[in-house]
């Protein structure tokens, strides 16, 4: 596809299950980042991915949060022993080379986690 | 740490109105400033972007100037259309390092009026 893509775009789960949500970036972008948008509040960095490294995974909240691009394209953001308050809808961006003051991060369209 | 503070919303005008938005920012250095959009039912767009200084970003009619004296990034349009309505996040690129990420405010409802 042209644009960025995230499955599933609703997810529902019991508290204390594992979840996964996958972000497909848009072809040849060495760069992808991951957001957490609660309601009535922008977009929380969560970590950014340079090919298949975390560059920098400062913004994940705890232990119970983790990504992987393994191939350095799909990435998976994995949710251990959720909790309510994880609730959100979780954003994916990618862009050409990392470096925003520089290139675009285009933005798919987001999951809908909803914790109950 | 770095943060983004923009007005509240929502904002209501009638088409061909003047628009301002306000946001203001804090951060070491000089980071990058942005703003994004969120069309009903689509995933965030960048509008424009500014990387220094006295530096004005610009796109469909919008603009917005990288003001380092008052720390702000304000946007503007002269005349909005109903097609403006829309979710407005003013943000900043962290930089230094390996980072890369943005922190964004917590979003301006533009709403429009025939």
């Known amino acids: 596809g042209a644009g960025v893509s995230q499955t599933p775009s609703n997810k529902v789960t019991e508290k204390g299950k594992y979840v996964e949500l996958r972000c497909d970036p848009i072809?040849?972008?060495?760069?992808l980042y991951w957001y957490r948008q609660s309601l009535g509040q922008g977009p929380e960095f969560l970590i950014y991915?340079?090919?298949?490294?975390?560059?920098?995974d400062s913004g994940l909240p705890n232990d119970r949060f983790f990504a992987v691009r393994p191939e350095g394209s799909v990435s998976t953001l994995k949710i251990q022993r959720t909790e309510r308050g994880d609730s959100a809808v979780y954003l994916c961006?990618?862009?050409?080379?990392?470096?925003?003051?520089?290139?675009?991060?285009?933005f798919g369209q987001g999951t809908r986690l909803t914790v109950v | 740490g770095n943060s983004v503070t923009q007005m509240e919303g929502p904002v209501t005008l009638s088409e061909e109105a003047f628009l301002t938005i306000n946001c203001t920012y804090t951060?070491?250095?000089?980071?990058?400033l942005f703003w994004y959009v969120q069309y009903p039912g689509e995933g965030l767009q960048l509008l424009l972007k500014?990387?220094?200084?006295?530096d004005k970003g610009s796109n469909k009619g919008f603009e917005a100037t990288y003001r380092k004296e008052t720390t702000s990034f304000h946007l503007e349009k002269g005349s909005v259309q109903v097609s403006d309505s829309a979710v407005y996040f003013c943000?900043?690129?962290?930089?230094?390092?390996?980072?890369?990420?943005?922190?964004f405010g917590k979003g301006t409802h533009l709403i429009i009026q025939p």
């Open positions: 961006a990618s862009s050409l080379s990392g470096s925003l003051q520089n290139t675009e991060a285009f």
């Open positions: 072809s040849g972008h060495t760069a």
């Open positions: 991915f340079q090919g298949t490294g975390a560059a920098d």
């Open positions: 951060a070491t250095g000089y980071p990058s």
């Open positions: 500014a990387t220094k200084a006295d």
């Open positions: 943000a900043l690129r962290k930089g230094g390092g390996g980072a890369d990420g943005l922190t």
